[in-house]
């Protein structure tokens, strides 16, 4: 029978009691053995029903450690979880919800989590204390040499080179109140909000509301906590405006009230449903925001206190109450405060043998402690474990009476499996924190609580020191009623506070280290994850690493993937007890996002893969495709970058070959390509002219209706920014062209001289680059193949069109605009055509041109096309180009000013030394001059090498001139036509002597443009 | 994430905007008149106060406008809002 | 025997780590220091120690506002290389990287400088010419560089997007071999330390709040720990330089940005060396810890608060994942934020000011850490002898007005766009 | 010289992609994003110059009876709807492509109305549903709950990291999202992947 054998392979767990669904086991595997535990439990309480101990290996030590909380806050239980390409290291065991088929391994251990050879480091530990590092391994044979080896032995869990399968998403939202956590005073808070009608989200960690009440034995009104729980629940569930989301952390509060939550949508499950994510990070953009988080407990620290069954005291109640698991069958209790008795109490109620309750306070009467006294268990007051045995799991402690001056009495020896020990706790002011939140120390309960906030961030409950359920619940509904009045809502009556039957509780004291054997094998732990002792924080205060901040980089404290939630504040307190200096003033480190550690790919959501930026496409962007376009990507766009004709493979030398056709049909006959992605800007109004005058280097004002000008625009500090021709097309209208990647930045600035600069400049901007589809038409056949294209009316003749000249017209019973105008040198026609009908208009013009054969071409074709004629690009525009170093620097109107104008006399920019565009051939007649080569006057000179320029674009072959061709930047350029340089290209053991030419190598006199 | 007050279209995430910067440079409105100093420090110069900061912000994914915003940039927090040719305070 | 070494470590461990002295001592501020730098970062350190090593100045005080380290150089992702292409910045990088080579030695304090590579992807032809230009010039300029194509990107990071899903393919990278990373806190407790056994005082939650001027000098410093005399000022405080030299009445071509960084659990080995991806910003390693440590780009703000927003955040996965998809599980369990001193050209400042005894060096935008021991070395020489070094000459405050800029992105005077 | 004088049918950016039936996980109320793309339409974009905004928005009343909204809202008189856009700039659509640009061409020369015609330039996908509103929540920042952006409500924002235009039409789960052609495909695919979860039907 399942249910019987079940019973028998938990030996842990109570037999009735928890939220777990008993009806409901759950077959799971830990490092490759099964177990089985139930629906409600986690990792953690799973193995420990079965009797598990020993979860994971310590960062340095690799000490053998158990689970120690039943939280976020676990830094101990760490696991691998799952495999494949769904593998999570550190995973914590405390966190993981169980599903049927789980499968966890132990990690950071070799060969098994039970013998761990990296155990040695123990024994060395005398040598490898806080940062001994830094103070060797500097000599022979290197540090790159002792770092492999200790990069090995460091890192936890390891990764996986196998890609996450699973879908992640975000969701944005609003609210008026946020309520982080979902604990009493959360559900308080979000029921009074949501009462008032309040838009209202509240995010719970956990798998399920009422936070430590999960956890207690307590009761509302007379009955049990939980029930009050299910109804405020059932109450929220009901409002409309209440949005309710479990297993979702809110890891982050950043400005304005914006608070990052991650939802694990399917980390419950083995995986995702189909289409459905993950996880989804939530941005929530709160009118208030109310901090429910909570508190954690701080564990105590004594000899020994890392020792696998030494947990922490509210975890122990956790696993009692939630979970029905007792954590050990003996147990000793050791606190602080009035939660060693709670503990202690509900330990010997679950029928665990309690064999002795310590309290480290000195000697007076409390409610707890006579319960705890009437109830029979055998308590010392002024007492603690000082030092607990057992390595793969506490065996037994001794214990002894402090004398209060750093002294212990006798210690005697107390049989144990389970030491529960509480060391106070500390309210969570992590997003409290964030949120520029300052903190304040509290000596009654020992803790850092939320201070000012400028963001009016409100924390309640025990998430402000507030330990008591009733003050938690009158927190919660106060802090609820506030923050929708802050939203305009009309509060009602405000309800009285649920009564409870809380037992006053004594004060705790704060004891921050535990007085233990002078044995110095003995350790006492700080940081348990990271093994941060008593000896490292005395050791790094010796040594003058005394600004918490120093100690926490020095001794690593809080920085493991807890961030020292248990460690940080007894670390600090210690330091300040060696600095002879109260808490406060040494203070305590900065919190950052996230709370608890978020996955890269929540955070990246849906932009991944092709959706990571989008992708443009042009209007004949399927044409292309169909007609083997090899795409290339240019400022988002996909634009073809050459045509393969069918059954051809994209070999270099195939592709080469297209690109030389296609260059070759440009010149010799007819091509066609698609420009549709440059910018186009349509500029109208009454000082348009005046306008471009202004924002051009070159005259504008004196452009004719119907003409096209080619443009150069500078920067304010006087360098190249973009180019392209303007077109008048009515009195005070025109379309102005931009390169394709600037599209957007001359747009922006364009309207920043309009709105802010000139605003007395009437002037309209607009973009309609994805108006107007666009192809340019080239080569000595254009006309006649844009003649034949056209409809009857539009005359394309010399006359009717001539060269720069602008029509509107019709081509297959599409109105298009026409423009004469070419970037290839050849006679060219610019078409412009509304894009729906782009790809007919292009498919009339391949039509009109097949009796000429016209070539479709592509960017690399137009690349050699425009280098042939020295025409520059982005290549040549690098940001530090001014308009004379590319030979346009009479274009510069002296007539009237002009954005950057102001710079252009800097000593600089008129240095006769500066690099000018020149054309470069190789020497030799055929060796290509690579782009990116360096011009020196000798390339047998050894580095460093004087540089004179280098080659910012080539042409292995221009099928034109029948020979290798460049344009490169030559210092003194234009003095140096005709003389040889040396190309160098070192990377590739590549010279080549070129000549200097002229940047232009086809039809200088441009007579093919106006015929 | 920064809210900024648009004036045309109410608050929006920071995000939908580009950053302009100091809102406190004025260009040189006659030309003639400046010197080469005087672009010198329109161009170069930024007072970059740790404090209330005068900046532009370009409504670019929104309506397009350019936003002047008195921010403070050791809190981030936004102090006031208007269009280029307003004078803004604090608490505005 | 050196103070720290092996021997010293085996001895101490017997004797319970009780004769450990202090990395640093705490003095009182004096009277009066021969130079006063500003700043206990990274290049402030670095300068008092040079001044001392190199210079013979030892009456010397940083003065640091709050704890030393605490600005950028403990907050940023520790790469450390030297592919620049401009004249005036490449050879000072380089002469930082030979400096870096042989820290830990010279300062008898493990900084872990770790040589791991530094590889560029490439992801267009265009992207492949300018890595060409920069890497040929790096090669004609006597430092290491190789161009790799996709296949040899692909031998050394198998596991990065070769596939066709990827939204920007790999074209190739360029790889300087001798880059790689350091432990920044080491990097600032070393030159301390260093500094501090030179005789050096350093002086820690000492703000800087003002200055006292005679005609064109400075002939003291106000504190939040009272005013100091000083010979010369020499002021290294990063994201604060405009504030600081405010102060002495400068105005200056700065402004701050908040730059964030992130670190991930810690992983066993997984990324090998440090990889930036090319059709966005972002960059990744991995500490000896173990954490992945990644950034990306600035916030785009004006920003003092050392804190930023999710949008980045977001973006900046976005990125790593683009470049790495199998890190998707991986955990981010930090992020912070950094002040980035962005100039108007993208490159520093160490150069003389309009104020006889103040030197100043800022404007290190997102890359000053590799600079730091270069940057004291230079900063110092500038210092002691009033004139700056060969390696510094060009990094100018004047080379705003004469226009010779050091662009090495051809980005303009829009700081955040470097 | 060719002969054609009506232009050929318009084609969708989309027209490679678009697979009409049911996509992404379908529960049994089937699903619950209904996404179509709105073809044919004519959509005129108009600014007022400086000062003129009055005389620009008199005679667009004028003629079509129609006031210009203001600020983030849209109104609608018969078959033109004119959507807000930015400071003096809205967009005039409709669905029986006419002579709309012409019209608004000579109505408000003269009176400082500048005409850009955008017809071509965005493609235009609606959203309907009951997650509608969760399906696009997943990718804007801003606030699509009713109380906020009620009927007739227009924004200009951001969405699967493009400009775009969102405009909720009647009732409180029909939105029409406007962004650039080019992108069209990026934001089609973006939208299935996004309602995947709720299913999406595409008609
Ligand atoms: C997130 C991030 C990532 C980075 N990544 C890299 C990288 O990978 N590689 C790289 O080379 N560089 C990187 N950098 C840049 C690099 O960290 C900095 O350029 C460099 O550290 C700056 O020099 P510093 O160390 O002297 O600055 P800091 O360490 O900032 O030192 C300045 C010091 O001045 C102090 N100070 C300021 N005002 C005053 C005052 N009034 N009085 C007294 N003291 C004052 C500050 O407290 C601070 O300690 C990065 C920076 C960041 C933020
Ligand atoms: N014994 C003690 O001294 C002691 C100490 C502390 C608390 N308590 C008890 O705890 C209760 C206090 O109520 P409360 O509501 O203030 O706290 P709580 O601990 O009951 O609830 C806090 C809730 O917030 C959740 N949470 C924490 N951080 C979160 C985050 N970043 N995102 C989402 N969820 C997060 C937690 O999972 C938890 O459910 C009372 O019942 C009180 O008696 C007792
Ligand atoms: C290279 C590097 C590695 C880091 N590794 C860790 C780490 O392993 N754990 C951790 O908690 N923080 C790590 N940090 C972050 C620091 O904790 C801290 O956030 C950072 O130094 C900025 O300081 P602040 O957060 O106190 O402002 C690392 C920082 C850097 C620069
Ligand atoms: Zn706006």
């Given at each position: 029978?399942?249910?019987?054998?079940?019973?028998?392979?938990?030996?842990?767990?109570?037999?009735?009691g928890g939220e777990i669904d008993?009806?409901?086991?759950?077959?799971?595997?830990?490092?490759?053995?099964?177990?089985?535990?139930?629906a409600g439990d986690t990792l953690a309480s799973?193995?420990?029903?079965?009797?598990?101990?020993?979860?994971?290996?310590?960062?340095?030590?690799?000490?053998?450690?158990?689970v120690l909380s039943a939280g976020p806050e676990e830094p101990n239980a760490l696991?691998?979880l799952?495999?494949?390409?769904?593998?999570e290291?550190n995973s914590r065991a405390t966190m993981i919800e169980l599903f049927?088929?789980?499968?966890?391994?132990?990690?950071?251990?070799?060969?098994?989590?039970?013998?761990?050879?990296?155990?040695?480091?123990?024994?060395?530990?005398?040598?490898?204390?806080?940062?001994?590092?830094?103070?060797?391994?500097?000599?022979?044979?290197?540090?790159?040499?002792?770092?492999?080896?200790?990069?090995?032995?460091?890192?936890?869990?390891?990764?996986?080179?196998?890609?996450?399968?699973d879908r992640y998403e975000h969701m944005n939202t609003h609210c008026d109140v946020l309520v982080a956590g979902g604990g009493p005073s959360g559900l308080a808070a979000a029921l009074m909000a949501g009462r008032a009608g309040a838009r209202v989200i509240l995010v719970e960690e956990t798998d399920g509301l009422g936070g430590r009440l999960r956890s207690e034995r307590e009761t509302i009104d007379d009955k049990p906590a939980m029930g009050w729980v299910a109804k405020t629940r059932a109450e929220l569930a009901d409002m409309d405006e209440v949005r309710v989301l479990t297993r979702t952390t809110a890891f982050g509060c950043y400005d304005d009230n914006m608070v990052g939550a991650l939802e694990r949508v399917a980390d419950h499950l083995?995986?995702p449903?189909?289409?459905m994510a993950r996880q989804r990070l939530w941005h929530i953009r709160a009118g208030r925001v109310i901090l429910a988080t909570g508190a954690i407990e701080r564990p105590l620290?004594?000899?020994?206190?890392?020792?696998?069954?030494?947990m922490l005291a509210g975890a122990v109640r956790s696993y009692l109450h939630r979970f029905a698991?007792?954590?050990?069958?003996?147990?000793?209790?050791?606190a602080n405060n009035d939660d060693g008795y709670r503990t202690?109490?509900d330990?010997?109620?679950?029928?665990?043998?309690?064999?002795?309750?310590?309290?480290?306070?000195?000697?007076?009467?409390g409610a707890w402690?006579?319960?705890?006294?009437?109830?029979?268990?055998?308590?010392?007051?002024?007492?603690?474990?000082?030092?607990?045995?057992?390595?793969?799991?506490?065996?037994?402690?001794?214990?002894?009476?402090?004398?209060?001056?750093?002294?212990?009495?006798?210690?005697?020896?107390?049989?144990?499996?389970?030491?529960a020990a509480s060391g106070g706790w500390s309210p969570s002011v992590h997003l409290h924190s964030h949120g520029d939140g300052k903190a304040d120390w509290d000596d009654g309960i020992a803790a850092f609580v939320p201070g000012a906030n400028r963001l009016g961030h409100v924390s309640v409950g025990a998430a402000r020191g507030r330990f008591g359920l009733a003050e938690a619940l009158s927190d919660g509904l106060k802090a609820g009623a506030e923050a929708a009045k802050a939203c305009g809502f009309a509060i009602g009556a405000h309800p009285d506070t649920p009564i409870t039957d809380e037992i006053a509780t004594a004060p705790l004291k704060a004891?921050w280290?535990?007085?233990?054997?002078?044995?110095?094998?003995?350790?006492?732990?700080v940081d348990l994850q990271?093994?941060?002792?008593?000896?490292?924080?005395?050791?790094?205060?010796?040594?003058?690493?005394?600004?918490v901040e120093?100690?926490k980089?020095?001794?690593?404290l809080g920085m493991g993937t807890d961030q020292g939630k248990t460690s940080n504040i007894t670390g600090h307190a210690?330091?300040a007890?060696?600095?002879?200096?109260p808490i406060p003033t040494v203070g305590t480190t900065r919190f950052r996002p996230p709370y608890t550690p978020v996955a890269m790919a929540a955070f990246a959501g849906a932009e991944?893969?092709?959706?990571?930026?989008?992708?443009?496409?042009?209007?004949?962007?399927?044409?292309?495709?169909?007609?083997?376009?090899?795409?290339?990507?240019?400022?988002?766009?996909?634009?073809?970058?050459?045509?393969?004709?069918?059954?051809?493979?994209?070999?270099?030398?195939?592709?080469?070959?297209?690109?030389?056709?296609?260059?070759?049909?440009?010149?010799?006959?007819?091509?066609?390509?698609?420009?549709?992605?440059?910018?186009?800007?349509?500029?109208?109004?009454?000082?348009?002219?005046?306008?471009?005058?202004?924002?051009?280097?070159?005259?504008?004002?004196?452009?004719?209706?119907?003409?096209?000008?080619?443009?150069?625009?500078?920067?304010?500090?006087?360098?190249?920014?973009?180019?392209?021709?303007?077109?008048?097309?009515?009195?005070?209208?025109?379309?102005?062209?931009?390169?394709?990647?600037?599209?957007?930045?001359?747009?922006?600035?364009?309207?920043?001289?309009?709105?802010?600069?000139?605003?007395?400049?009437?002037?309209?901007?607009?973009?309609?680059?994805?108006?107007?589809?666009?192809?340019?038409?080239?080569?000595?056949?254009?006309?006649?193949?844009?003649?034949?294209?056209?409809?009857?009316?539009?005359?394309?003749?010399?006359?009717?069109?001539?060269?720069?000249?602008?029509?509107?017209?019709?081509?297959?019973?599409?109105?298009?605009?026409?423009?004469?105008?070419?970037?290839?040198?050849?006679?060219?026609?610019?078409?412009?055509?509304?894009?729906?009908?782009?790809?007919?208009?292009?498919?009339?013009?391949?039509?009109?041109?097949?009796?000429?054969?016209?070539?479709?071409?592509?960017?690399?074709?137009?690349?050699?096309?425009?280098?042939?004629?020295?025409?520059?690009?982005?290549?040549?525009?690098?940001?530090?180009?001014?308009?004379?170093?590319?030979?346009?620097?009479?274009?510069?109107?002296?007539?009237?000013?002009?954005?950057?104008?102001?710079?252009?006399?800097?000593?600089?920019?008129?240095?006769?030394?500066?690099?000018?565009?020149?054309?470069?051939?190789?020497?030799?007649?055929?060796?290509?001059?690579?782009?990116?080569?360096?011009?020196?006057?000798?390339?047998?000179?050894?580095?460093?090498?004087?540089?004179?320029?280098?080659?910012?674009?080539?042409?292995?072959?221009?099928?034109?001139?029948?020979?290798?061709?460049?344009?490169?930047?030559?210092?003194?350029?234009?003095?140096?036509?005709?003389?040889?340089?040396?190309?160098?290209?070192?990377?590739?053991?590549?010279?080549?002597?070129?000549?200097?030419?002229?940047?232009?190598?086809?039809?200088?006199?441009?007579?093919?443009?106006?015929? | 994430m920064i809210r900024i007050p648009c004036p045309?279209c109410g608050p929006r995430d920071h995000a939908e905007f580009?950053y302009?910067?100091?809102?406190?440079?004025?260009?040189?409105?006659?030309?003639?008149?400046?010197?080469?100093?005087?672009?010198?420090?329109?161009?170069?110069?930024?007072?970059?106060?740790r404090g209330p900061h005068?900046e532009?912000w370009?409504h670019?994914q929104g309506?397009?406008?350019?936003v002047?915003v008195l921010r403070d940039t050791s809190t981030h927090e936004v102090l006031a809002a208007g269009?280029?040719?307003?004078?803004l305070e604090a608490g505005r | 025997?050196?103070?720290?070494?092996?021997?010293?470590?085996?001895?101490?461990?017997?004797?319970?780590?009780?004769?450990?002295?202090?990395?640093?001592?705490?003095?009182?501020?004096?009277?009066?220091?021969?130079?006063?730098?500003?700043?206990?970062?990274?290049?402030?350190?670095?300068?008092?120690?040079?001044?001392?090593?190199?210079?013979?100045?030892?009456?010397?005080?940083?003065?640091?506002?709050?704890?030393?380290?605490g600005?950028?150089?403990?907050r940023?992702?520790?790469?450390?290389?030297?592919?620049?292409?401009?004249?005036?910045?490449?050879?000072?990088?380089?002469?930082?990287?030979?400096?870096?080579?042989?820290?830990?030695?010279?300062?008898?304090?493990?900084?872990?400088?770790?040589?791991?590579?530094?590889?560029?992807?490439?992801?267009?032809?265009?992207?492949?010419?300018?890595?060409?230009?920069?890497?040929?010039?790096?090669?004609?300029?006597?430092?290491?560089?190789?161009?790799?194509?996709?296949?040899?990107?692909?031998?050394?990071?198998?596991?990065?997007?070769?596939?066709?899903?990827?939204?920007?393919?790999?074209?190739?990278?360029?790889?300087?071999?001798?880059?790689?990373?350091?432990?920044?806190?080491?990097?600032?407790?070393?030159?301390?330390?260093?500094?501090?056994?030179?005789?050096?005082?350093?002086?820690?939650?000492?703000?800087?709040?003002?200055?006292?001027?005679?005609?064109?000098?400075?002939?003291?410093?106000?504190?939040?720990?009272?005013?100091?005399?000083?010979?010369?000022?020499?002021?290294?405080?990063?994201?604060?330089?405009?504030?600081?030299?405010?102060?002495?009445?400068?105005?200056?071509?700065?402004?701050?940005?908040v730059l964030q960084a992130f670190v991930s659990e810690?992983?066993?080995?997984?990324?090998?060396?440090?990889?930036?991806?090319?059709?966005?910003?972002?960059?990744?390693?991995?500490?000896?810890?173990?954490?992945?440590?990644?950034?990306g780009?600035l916030d785009f703000y004006n920003s003092y608060a050392q804190r930023g927003n999710l949008p980045t955040v977001e973006h900046v996965m976005a990125?790593?994942?683009?470049?790495?998809?199998?890190?998707?599980r991986v955990r981010i369990l930090r992020g912070w934020g950094g002040l980035?001193?962005?100039?108007?050209?993208?490159?520093?400042?160490?150069?003389?000011?309009?104020?006889?005894?103040?030197?100043?060096?800022?404007?290190?935008?997102?890359?000053?850490?590799?600079?730091?021991?270069?940057?004291?070395?230079?900063?110092?020489?500038?210092?002691?002898?009033?004139?700056?070094?060969?390696?510094?000459?060009?990094?100018?405050?004047?080379?705003?007005?004469?226009?010779?800029?050091?662009?090495?992105?051809?980005?303009?005077?829009?700081?955040?766009?470097? | 010289?060719?002969?054609?004088?009506?232009?050929?049918?318009?084609?969708?950016?989309?027209?490679?992609?678009?697979?009409?039936?049911?996509?992404?996980?379908?529960?049994?109320?089937?699903?619950q994003?209904?996404?179509?793309?709105?073809?044919?339409?004519?959509?005129?974009?108009?600014?007022?110059?400086?000062?003129?905004?009055?005389?620009?928005?008199?005679?667009?009343?004028?003629?079509?009876?129609?006031?210009?909204?203001?600020?983030g809202?849209?109104?609608?008189?018969?078959?033109?709807?004119?959507?807000?856009?930015?400071?003096?700039?809205?967009?005039?659509?409709?669905?029986?492509?006419?002579?709309?640009?012409?019209?608004?061409?000579?109505?408000?020369?003269?009176?400082?109305?500048?005409?850009?015609?955008?017809?071509?330039?965005?493609?235009?996908?609606?959203?309907?549903?009951a997650k509608a509103r969760d399906t696009l929540a997943k990718s804007t920042g801003i606030d699509l709950h009713p109380r906020a952006f009620a009927e007739?409500a227009?924004a200009?924002t951001s969405l699967f990291?493009?400009?775009?235009?969102i405009?909720r039409?009647?009732?409180t789960s029909?939105f029409?999202?406007?962004?650039?052609?080019?992108?069209?495909?990026?934001?089609?695919?973006?939208?299935?992947?996004a309602?995947?979860e709720y299913?999406?039907?595409?008609?």
């Amino acid at each position: 029978m399942i249910f019987g054998r079940v019973a028998i392979e938990q030996s842990h767990r109570l037999p009735t009691g928890g939220e777990i669904d008993r009806l409901a086991p759950l077959p799971f595997r830990f490092d490759g053995k099964a177990y089985r535990g139930y629906a409600g439990d986690t990792l953690a309480s799973a193995l420990l029903a079965n009797g598990v101990t020993v979860v994971g290996r310590s960062f340095k030590y690799h000490r053998p450690r158990g689970v120690l909380s039943a939280g976020p806050e676990e830094p101990n239980a760490l696991v691998e979880l799952r495999g494949g390409g769904r593998k999570e290291p550190n995973s914590r065991a405390t966190m993981i919800e169980l599903f049927a088929g789980l499968e966890a391994t132990s990690q950071h251990r070799w060969p098994s989590l039970a013998l761990d050879i990296m155990e040695l480091n123990d024994l060395a530990s005398r040598f490898l204390v806080a940062g001994f590092y830094y103070k060797t391994f500097m000599g022979f044979p290197g540090w790159r040499f002792y770092e492999k080896r200790i990069r090995a032995a460091a890192g936890m869990g390891s990764g996986t080179v196998e890609w996450d399968p699973d879908r992640y998403e975000h969701m944005n939202t609003h609210c008026d109140v946020l309520v982080a956590g979902g604990g009493p005073s959360g559900l308080a808070a979000a029921l009074m909000a949501g009462r008032a009608g309040a838009r209202v989200i509240l995010v719970e960690e956990t798998d399920g509301l009422g936070g430590r009440l999960r956890s207690e034995r307590e009761t509302i009104d007379d009955k049990p906590a939980m029930g009050w729980v299910a109804k405020t629940r059932a109450e929220l569930a009901d409002m409309d405006e209440v949005r309710v989301l479990t297993r979702t952390t809110a890891f982050g509060c950043y400005d304005d009230n914006m608070v990052g939550a991650l939802e694990r949508v399917a980390d419950h499950l083995a995986a995702p449903p189909e289409h459905m994510a993950r996880q989804r990070l939530w941005h929530i953009r709160a009118g208030r925001v109310i901090l429910a988080t909570g508190a954690i407990e701080r564990p105590l620290v004594f000899g020994g206190n890392d020792r696998p069954g030494v947990m922490l005291a509210g975890a122990v109640r956790s696993y009692l109450h939630r979970f029905a698991v007792t954590p050990g069958k003996r147990a000793v209790v050791v606190a602080n405060n009035d939660d060693g008795y709670r503990t202690a109490l509900d330990l010997a109620r679950a029928g665990v043998e309690v064999m002795q309750v310590l309290d480290t306070r000195p000697a007076g009467a409390g409610a707890w402690r006579e319960r705890a006294v009437a109830a029979g268990l055998d308590v010392m007051q002024r007492a603690a474990v000082v030092n607990a045995y057992g390595r793969m799991g506490v065996v037994g402690c001794d214990v002894a009476t402090l004398d209060g001056h750093g002294g212990v009495g006798d210690t005697r020896y107390v049989p144990c499996d389970l030491i529960a020990a509480s060391g106070g706790w500390s309210p969570s002011v992590h997003l409290h924190s964030h949120g520029d939140g300052k903190a304040d120390w509290d000596d009654g309960i020992a803790a850092f609580v939320p201070g000012a906030n400028r963001l009016g961030h409100v924390s309640v409950g025990a998430a402000r020191g507030r330990f008591g359920l009733a003050e938690a619940l009158s927190d919660g509904l106060k802090a609820g009623a506030e923050a929708a009045k802050a939203c305009g809502f009309a509060i009602g009556a405000h309800p009285d506070t649920p009564i409870t039957d809380e037992i006053a509780t004594a004060p705790l004291k704060a004891i921050w280290s535990i007085p233990g054997p002078t044995d110095r094998t003995v350790k006492r732990f700080v940081d348990l994850q990271d093994d941060v002792t008593i000896d490292d924080i005395a050791l790094a205060h010796r040594e003058g690493f005394v600004s918490v901040e120093h100690l926490k980089r020095y001794t690593t404290l809080g920085m493991g993937t807890d961030q020292g939630k248990t460690s940080n504040i007894t670390g600090h307190a210690l330091l300040a007890e060696a600095r002879g200096q109260p808490i406060p003033t040494v203070g305590t480190t900065r919190f950052r996002p996230p709370y608890t550690p978020v996955a890269m790919a929540a955070f990246a959501g849906a932009e991944r893969g092709l959706h990571f930026s989008p992708v443009r496409r042009s209007a004949m962007h399927d044409w292309h495709a169909e007609h083997g376009a090899v795409f290339v990507e240019a400022g988002a766009w996909l634009r073809p970058q050459y045509y393969l004709r069918p059954g051809v493979t994209k070999a270099k030398a195939v592709m080469d070959r297209a690109i030389e056709t296609e260059v070759r049909a440009v010149r010799s006959k007819v091509g066609l390509v698609d420009v549709s992605t440059l910018g186009k800007i349509d500029i109208q109004g009454p000082d348009a002219a005046e306008f471009l005058n202004r924002v051009y280097a070159n005259g504008f004002k004196a452009l004719p209706v119907g003409k096209a000008r080619y443009g150069l625009m500078l920067r304010e500090d006087g360098i190249v920014d973009d180019d392209g021709t303007t077109s008048r097309l009515g009195d005070t209208h025109y379309l102005m062209t931009t390169t394709t990647a600037h599209a957007a930045k001359v747009l922006a600035d364009l309207e920043w001289y309009l709105q802010v600069v000139w605003p007395d400049l009437d002037v309209r901007v607009t973009s309609v680059t994805e108006q107007w589809a666009a192809m340019a038409l080239a080569g000595p056949k254009a006309r006649e193949v844009l003649a034949a294209a056209a409809d009857h009316g539009t005359a394309v003749s010399n006359d009717a069109l001539p060269y720069l000249g602008v029509i509107n017209g019709s081509i297959a019973g599409v109105p298009v605009r026409l423009f004469r105008i070419s970037f290839s040198g050849e006679l060219g026609y610019e078409v412009n055509v509304p894009a729906d009908w782009g790809t007919s208009v292009w498919e009339a013009l391949i039509a009109a041109g097949e009796p000429h054969g016209i070539t479709p071409y592509g960017m690399e074709a137009m690349g050699i096309l425009r280098i042939e004629k020295g025409h520059v690009t982005h290549a040549e525009l690098d940001g530090r180009i001014t308009l004379d170093d590319v030979g346009m620097g009479r274009m510069a109107s002296s007539k009237k000013w002009f954005v950057g104008r102001g710079m252009l006399d800097k000593p600089a920019f008129i240095d006769p030394e500066r690099p000018k565009l020149v054309g470069l051939v190789p020497v030799d007649g055929k060796t290509r001059i690579p782009a990116g080569a360096i011009l020196v006057a000798d390339p047998a000179t050894p580095p460093p090498v004087p540089k004179l320029g280098h080659v910012a674009s080539s042409a292995y072959l221009s099928p034109t001139v029948g020979h290798p061709i460049a344009l490169g930047f030559l210092a003194r350029g234009r003095d140096r036509l005709g003389e040889t340089v040396w190309a160098v290209f070192p990377l590739r053991n590549l010279s080549v002597q070129v000549k200097v030419v002229e940047p232009c190598f086809v039809d200088p006199e441009g007579s093919r443009l106006h015929v | 994430m920064i809210r900024i007050p648009c004036p045309h279209c109410g608050p929006r995430d920071h995000a939908e905007f580009s950053y302009a910067g100091d809102a406190t440079k004025i260009r040189p409105a006659d030309p003639d008149a400046a010197t080469a100093a005087d672009w010198h420090d329109y161009v170069y110069f930024r007072d970059n106060p740790r404090g209330p900061h005068m900046e532009y912000w370009h409504h670019t994914q929104g309506c397009r406008a350019y936003v002047k915003v008195l921010r403070d940039t050791s809190t981030h927090e936004v102090l006031a809002a208007g269009m280029p040719g307003d004078t803004l305070e604090a608490g505005r | 025997m050196a103070e720290y070494s092996v021997f010293s470590l085996i001895r101490n461990a017997l004797g319970g780590h009780k004769d450990w002295i202090r990395a640093w001592r705490d003095p009182e501020p004096k009277k009066h220091y021969d130079v006063i730098v500003i700043g206990g970062g990274g290049h402030g350190l670095a300068t008092a120690y040079y001044l001392a090593r190199n210079h013979g100045i030892t009456n010397v005080a940083v003065l640091e506002k709050g704890w030393i380290g605490g600005g950028n150089v403990g907050r940023n992702t520790t790469i450390v290389r030297s592919n620049y292409m401009l004249d005036g910045n490449a050879h000072f990088y380089e002469h930082s990287l030979k400096l870096w080579e042989g820290l830990s030695r010279d300062l008898n304090y493990n900084v872990m400088f770790s040589q791991r590579g530094v590889l560029n992807l490439g992801h267009s032809d265009g992207q492949m010419d300018a890595y060409a230009r920069r890497g040929n010039t790096m090669r004609l300029n006597g430092v290491d560089a190789e161009l790799l194509d996709r296949k040899d990107v692909q031998r050394l990071y198998p596991h990065l997007d070769f596939s066709a899903a990827a939204r920007f393919p790999i074209y190739g990278g360029l790889l300087q071999a001798r880059g790689g990373t350091a432990r920044h806190d080491a990097v600032a407790w070393g030159f301390a330390r260093g500094a501090d056994r030179l005789g050096v005082d350093i002086i820690q939650n000492c703000e800087v709040t003002g200055f006292e001027r005679d005609g064109n000098r400075v002939t003291g410093i106000q504190t939040t720990r009272g005013t100091i005399g000083c010979g010369r000022v020499g002021m290294a405080v990063a994201g604060n330089t405009s504030r600081v030299a405010a102060m002495a009445g400068l105005r200056l071509p700065i402004e701050s940005h908040v730059l964030q960084a992130f670190v991930s659990e810690p992983l066993k080995p997984l990324v090998d060396g440090v990889i930036t991806y090319g059709a966005g910003h972002f960059y990744i390693s991995q500490s000896d810890k173990g954490g992945l440590v990644l950034g990306g780009d600035l916030d785009f703000y004006n920003s003092y608060a050392q804190r930023g927003n999710l949008p980045t955040v977001e973006h900046v996965m976005a990125c790593g994942l683009a470049m790495m998809p199998y890190l998707g599980r991986v955990r981010i369990l930090r992020g912070w934020g950094g002040l980035m001193d962005m100039s108007m050209d993208g490159s520093p400042i160490i150069s003389k000011t309009p104020i006889d005894n103040l030197y100043l060096n800022a404007g290190w935008c997102y890359g000053g850490f590799k600079a730091t021991p270069g940057s004291g070395y230079v900063f110092a020489h500038t210092i002691a002898n009033d004139t700056p070094h060969d390696f510094n000459k060009a990094m100018t405050l004047d080379r705003f007005a004469t226009g010779h800029l050091i662009d090495e992105g051809g980005k303009g005077p829009t700081p955040k766009l470097h | 010289m060719s002969e054609s004088t009506t232009p050929p049918p318009r084609r969708s950016a989309l027209a490679n992609v678009w697979h009409p039936g049911d996509h992404g996980r379908i529960g049994f109320t089937g699903p619950q994003v209904t996404l179509r793309e709105r073809r044919d339409i004519t959509a005129i974009q108009l600014d007022a110059q400086r000062g003129t905004t009055d005389g620009v928005g008199k005679a667009v009343a004028a003629a079509f009876g129609l006031g210009l909204p203001g600020p983030g809202r849209a109104t609608t008189t018969g078959d033109v709807r004119a959507l807000w856009l930015g400071p003096d700039r809205w967009l005039l659509q409709t669905a029986t492509p006419a002579d709309l640009e012409p019209r608004l061409r000579s109505l408000t020369e003269g009176v400082g109305g500048v005409v850009v015609d955008q017809s071509h330039g965005r493609t235009i996908l609606r959203i309907e549903g009951a997650k509608a509103r969760d399906t696009l929540a997943k990718s804007t920042g801003i606030d699509l709950h009713p109380r906020a952006f009620a009927e007739n409500a227009v924004a200009q924002t951001s969405l699967f990291q493009l400009a775009v235009t969102i405009d909720r039409r009647r009732g409180t789960s029909i939105f029409d999202v406007h962004a650039m052609r080019g992108f069209a495909v990026h934001l089609y695919e973006a939208l299935l992947d996004a309602g995947g979860e709720y299913g999406v039907r595409l008609v």
